[in-house]
C-alpha cells in the first residue's frame, strides 16, 4: 500500500500548490465562499433535495463533503448497505465542485468521465467524500475522490473524474454538430 500512500501524497502537493498560487483574497470559481457552498449544496434539485450534502471543509482544489444518512439511500436491505448510485452520484458531485474551486470567474465545467471502484459496501450511516484536484490544463481538470464511512477509517470507493471546463456563452462549441440530411 506505499504506491496508494505516495499518490495521495502527490495528489496533496499538488492541491497545496493550487492554494498557494491564489491571492489571499480566496474565491471559489470566482465567487465569495458563502455562495459558492450554497451553491454545491443546494443548487442542484436532484443533490440538493435529494441528498442534502454538507460541505465539511474546502480549499482550492480539495473539497470535503458529508451525506447524511437517510433509510431511502438503502439499495440492498438484505446486506444492508447504500446503493452504488448514490455513491456515484456523490463522487462525481463532490468532484465537480472540488475542480469548480479552481475556476476563474464566468468558467463552468461538465463531466466527461468518471471511475469508480467500489471497495467494500456502504454501511447505513453518514458518509464522508474527499476530493482533490490532481492535474489540472487550460481544457480539463482530473479529479480523486476517496468515499470513507462516517469517522473517515475506512475507504468505500474510490473515483477518479475528468472535467471539461467552458467560459459562459460558450456552450454552444461543446454541442456534437447537427446531422445533415
Excluded at 80 to 86: A, I, R, S, Y
Amino acid at each position: 500500500s506505499s504506491a496508494l500512500s505516495g499518490l495521495v501524497s502527490r495528489n496533496i502537493k499538488f492541491a497545496l500548490n493550487l492554494t498557494r498560487n491564489v491571492t489571499n483574497s480566496v474565491s471559489f470559481g470566482g465567487m465569495e465562499k458563502e455562495a459558492f457552498y450554497e451553491l454545491a449544496e443546494q443548487a442542484s434539485p436532484f443533490i440538493g433535495k435529494v441528498f442534502k450534502p454538507k460541505i465539511l471543509e474546502a480549499t482550492v482544489g480539495t473539497m470535503k463533503m458529508k451525506l447524511l444518512f437517510n433509510s431511502s439511500f438503502i439499495g440492498n436491505p438484505a446486506v444492508p448497505c447504500l446503493h452504488g448510485g448514490v455513491i456515484a452520484s456523490l463522487i462525481d458531485h463532490t468532484g465537480g465542485f472540488c475542480a469548480w474551486t479552481t475556476l476563474p470567474s464566468g468558467y463552468r465545467l461538465h463531466t466527461v468521465d468518471l471511475r469508480i471502484d467500489y471497495l467494500r459496501p456502504a454501511p447505513c450511516d453518514d458518509i464522508i467524500f474527499d476530493a482533490a484536484v490532481i492535474h489540472k490544463n487550460r481544457r480539463l481538470i482530473r479529479v480523486d475522490i476517496v468515499c470513507w464511512n462516517y469517522n473517515s477509517t475506512n475507504q468505500l470507493a474510490v473515483g477518479r473524474a475528468l472535467f471539461q471546463t467552458y467560459k459562459v456563452g460558450d456552450i454552444r462549441k461543446l454541442e456534437s454538430p447537427q446531422s445533415v440530411e
